[in-house]
């Protein structure tokens, strides 16, 4: 295996190939999406919902991130891993948003972080990347912000949020982050910003045109079942399927049938 880099990810842009990225928040499963030649995981702040049942993504704490991302990184041989900064980690203050950083490169071993937000969080890109840390954007629904959005709704449908949206992105690359995730956009407006870019734009719920894709593990998987979206193709059905198996070993435990003459000692 050859390591993704970020540089690795500039040149697949140039070169017209998709990117992958998957969210990974444990060793056994980071091991799979890594083995499966994925050439991004995100440690995302996702898992305060997936791994920790919370609504939404602001309970999770910069230890909890810390904690996650150092189990992945023990995983993973090939992919570039990308750490969310959780909310509150960063918008109070530049130095506090490198700080966040530094505790997440120095305790995790992570090569990357992600923050959400372009001009109001200008300064705190800047620091972080001045310590020679890389940043990964991410506009549109920004989840920690749903609060003041106070819908899960695409966003960036009025022109104004568009603009704005495309000055960010602009802003951010000029900043030196080496890409963006662009959250559930119009398709259209995916296409305008990828073109305008020389950095690689990462989709999940933003159409084809972005220069990858994105999504979270447990969706693609089915292993939410409840969770909907039009954006999401499932690749296979593991509530049921999972249901199924362990209603097999329930069954066969009280009918005594496991273990067997075979399975004992
Ligand atoms: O936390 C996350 O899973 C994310 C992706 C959906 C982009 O930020
Ligand atoms: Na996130």
């Known amino acids: 295996y050859k390591r993704v880099t970020v540089k690795s990810l500039g040149e697949m842009k140039l070169q017209g190939e998709k990117i992958s990225m998957l969210t990974a928040y444990d060793y056994s499963m980071a091991k799979i999406v890594d083995a499966a030649n994925v050439d991004v995981i995100l440690v995302g702040d996702s898992a305060s919902n997936t791994m920790a049942g919370h609504e939404t993504t602001l309970p999770i704490t910069l230890d909890q991130m810390i904690y996650h991302a150092s189990s992945v990184i023990r995983a993973v041989n090939r992919a570039l891993v990308v750490v969310d900064l959780p909310f509150g980690s960063y918008q109070s203050d530049p130095k506090e948003a490198l700080r966040s950083a530094i505790r997440i490169m120095k305790e995790s071993g992570a090569h990357a972080v992600k923050l959400e937000g372009g001009e109001e969080i200008k300064e705190s890109v800047k620091r972080i ?137």
């Open 129 to 265: 990347l001045h310590a020679g840390i890389p940043v990964m954007g991410h506009l549109g629904l920004t989840p920690q912000s749903i609060y003041k959005f106070g819908t899960y709704t695409v966003r960036a449908k009025a022109e104004a949020e568009a603009e704005k949206l495309m000055r960010d992105a602009r802003l951010l690359e000029k900043l030196g982050c080496f890409s963006i995730v662009l959250e559930k956009i119009p398709a259209e407006l995916t296409k305008n910003v990828s073109s305008k870019l020389t950095i690689p734009t990462i989709g999940i719920g933003a159409g084809g045109d972005a220069d990858g894709q994105v999504l979270v593990i447990h969706d693609l998987l089915g292993m939410t079942h409840e969770f909907n979206p039009r954006f999401l193709r499932r690749y296979m059905n593991l509530y049921e399927d999972m249901g199924a198996a362990i209603g097999r070993y329930v069954a066969d435990v009280k009918a005594k049938d496991f273990p067997n003459e075979q399975e004992q000692y």
